[in-house]
């Protein structure tokens, strides 16, 4: 029986924990007469312990086993410096022998492994497991930036869909150090099947891999730089020396060159080494104007107004050619002077002459031109001397050309 705000009376909680305390008696009551009864039937004198529940896990957990416990060398069994060293130079040894045995390997099949991408109509589609599957990736990625289309594919997700990205125009490199890959031992007979033609990197010439192949790349057998012998290490770079081999003397045969390196390769480092000064310069409405008849004024008008503020106007004369360059810093040397008003024309006060640029011009070397005449702007001008731009130097160090 309940009163306002939800508390009993002092009569029914009295009556409830009576009720409470007989429950539980009657339970104990139970319990001890079936534990009575357990032990009469087993003929045991002991009185058995109560069955506990067992503590249930967490929902969303399951089981795992710890992970072996690492090996630690007590600071008395520690490798020396010197030993650490040695044992360091010795993989690089091993690895280096491991190439140099490479390059007598080179022969007729490599010419016909070059001959066969360069006439790809299609892709180059690198693939490979583990670690060479990483070489296999590296080697597209060098392929695909120097001129060749290349992708990579993973010979697991091949034979579950993935082989559709092949088509009878491409080329497909495998990569296998054994040639006992099961995953891509099966799909060169589906690539064969598709009309796709296949190169295959090996260190066995008389493995399942290489008997399925048009053309076999002999690596040769490899002494892995590991201490087990185990783990790839002088295969990998072997496999990846001969992509590299590969890569780089089709691009040499396929006519790649500064521009075509320039169109794939827009940012970073190696893009701004390549960036043409047509792409920094300021054009269009940025790019400012003025003829050489009109006036001063005019002149300081426009480089204000110019989107960016260039400090600078070029100059030009009524048939539209460069004829001199006018900047904020000839402004002040006017003021200098004692000029205090701006009277007469552009052209009496210009700088003639100025250096210029070319479009396709470097942008490392455009900013060569403007370090060694210190200044801060020039015209970027075409073949007919007409003004098609203004470089900056805030524009060179937007890209990073200094």
Known sequence: MRVAGGLYHSADARRFGARAAALSTRCRSRWYDRATMATRKNNSTTRPKPVTARKAKPAGRTATRKAPARKVRHPENAPSAHELVVAGRRVIEAELAAIESLRPRLGGSFAKAVEMILACEGRLVVTGLGKPGFVAQKISATFASTGTPSLYLHPAEALHGDLGRVTADDVVLA??????????????????????????????LFSPLAEKADIILDIGKVEEACPLGLAPTASSTVLLVMGDALAMTVMEHRSFGNDDYA??????????????????????????????????????????????KPGATNVIDKRGKLVGIFTDGDLRRLFEK????????????????????????????????????????VPVVDERMRPVGL????????????
Request: hydrophobic share 40%; aromatic share 0%.
């Open 338 to 377: 004692g000029v205090s008003a701006l009277e007469g024309t552009i052209g009496e006060v210009m700088c003639r002459d100025p250096r210029t640029v070319h479009p396709e011009m470097l942008v490392i070397e455009a900013a060569q031109v403007l370090s060694s005449a210190r200044i801060d702007q």
């Open 391 to 402: 470089l900056d130097v805030q524009d060179l160090l937007a890209a990073k050309a200094f």
């Open 175 to 204: 990569l296998s150090n054994s040639g006992r890959t099961e995953e891509i031992v099966r799909l060169m007979g589906p690539v064969t099947r598709i009309g796709a033609r296949t190169i295959v990197m090996t260190g066995d």
């Open 263 to 308: 169109l794939v390769h827009p940012s970073g480092a190696l893009g701004k080494k390549v960036m043409r000064v047509s792409e920094a310069m300021r054009r269009g409405d940025s790019n400012p104007v003025v003829r050489e008849d009109e006036p001063l004024a005019k002149a300081v008008a426009v480089m204000t107004q110019t989107p960016g």
